[in-house]
Nanobody
Framework: VQLQASGGGLVQPGGSLRLSCQAS???????????MNWYRQAPGKQRELVAN???????NHADSVKGRFTITKDNRKRAAYLQMNSLSPEDTAVYYC?????????WGQGTQVTVSS
């Protein structure tokens, strides 16, 4: 299984970005059952969970991003997304997508998000 994250970039404060995580090498039924997570790691800080979406669709978002970020999952496309609105410099980090299926997990390569004027 491989995860390809994309969509990062440089954006001004208050702007928006949509991150995508494309999974390959995984069958539909397995992807549908998997939990998709978005993590981020800012310079000098530990990696933190930003949001996740569970098998049947319930989502969880970190308090720091609630109301601004939204995670979604498209099982047919084997993809997950993170819509990020009202971005602030504190959101600057490398964002990683992660897939968990039981005790197995996979990581994407990360995509840089920089929020700066």
């Amino acid at each position: 299984v491989q995860l390809q994250a994309s969509g990062g970039g440089l954006v001004q404060p208050g702007g928006s970005l949509r991150l995508s995580c494309q999974a390959s090498g995984i069958i539909f039924s397995t992807f549908r059952m998997a939990v998709m997570n978005w993590y981020r790691q800012a310079p000098g800080k530990q990696r933190e969970l930003v949001a996740n979406i569970t098998t049947d669709g319930p989502t969880n978002h970190a308090d720091s991003v609630k109301g601004r970020f939204t995670i979604t999952k498209d099982n047919r496309k084997r993809a997950a997304y993170l819509q990020m609105n009202s971005l602030s410099p504190e959101d600057t980090a490398v964002y990683y997508c992660n897939l968990k299926y039981g005790v197995i997990e996979y990581w994407g390569q990360g995509t840089q998000v920089t929020v700066s004027s």
